[in-house]
């Protein structure tokens, strides 16, 4: 018997080799660089607002590298979404001018499929009911019992 474990108690960790490495990937290869990267935007989001409060040219130049480079990836992203939409746009008219044929087509098969599966399936119970029909009709010879219907 398996021992009961509280639904509210932790779930052990497990301590293998493989686990431990994962652990130290994870760490390396996600956490690091999301946080590299996030201290890299709030560091040109600081030079930015750095260079809209002070008055310098040379800062003022790098404020405006600061916002290029924080407004860079957003259109890159941006543009990336708008060629997918486009693209789901023209797939759709696409399937749209072809779909009224085929699906006609499909639904007459369906309709064909439905009746067929309907014939055979009677073929198929026809036998039996008449077999258990017969055995009612034998059964109340044997008793002589008549029934109401």
């Keep these: 018997m398996p021992p009961k474990i509280s639904p509210n ?3 052990p960790r497990p301590t293998h080799p493989s686990y431990r490495k994962h652990q130290r990937e994870f760490t390396r290869q996600i956490i690091l660089p999301i946080l590299l990267v996030t201290l890299l935007g709030l560091g040109f989001a600081g030079i930015a607002i750095y260079g809209a409060v ?3 040219a040379g800062v003022s ?3 405006d590298i600061a916002l290029i480079w924080l407004i860079l990836p957003t259109m890159v992203i941006a543009l990336i979404i708008l060629v997918l ?4 746009v023209y797939a759709l008219a696409k399937l749209l001018g072809i ?5 006609g087509l499909v639904q007459l ?3 064909w499929l439905n009746a ?3 014939r055979w399936t009677e073929k198929i119970v026809q036998p039996v009911l008449n077999f258990k029909a017969w055995l009612g009709l034998l059964s109340d010879a044997l008793t002589g019992t008549k029934r109401k219907g």
């Design 9 to 11: 108690a932790p779930l």
């Design 54 to 56: 002070v008055n310098h």
């Design 61 to 63: 130049l790098w404020a």
């Design 85 to 88: 939409t486009i693209g789901v």
């Design 99 to 103: 779909a009224p044929r085929y699906t």
């Design 109 to 111: 098969y369906a309709l």
């Design 116 to 118: 067929e599966i309907v």
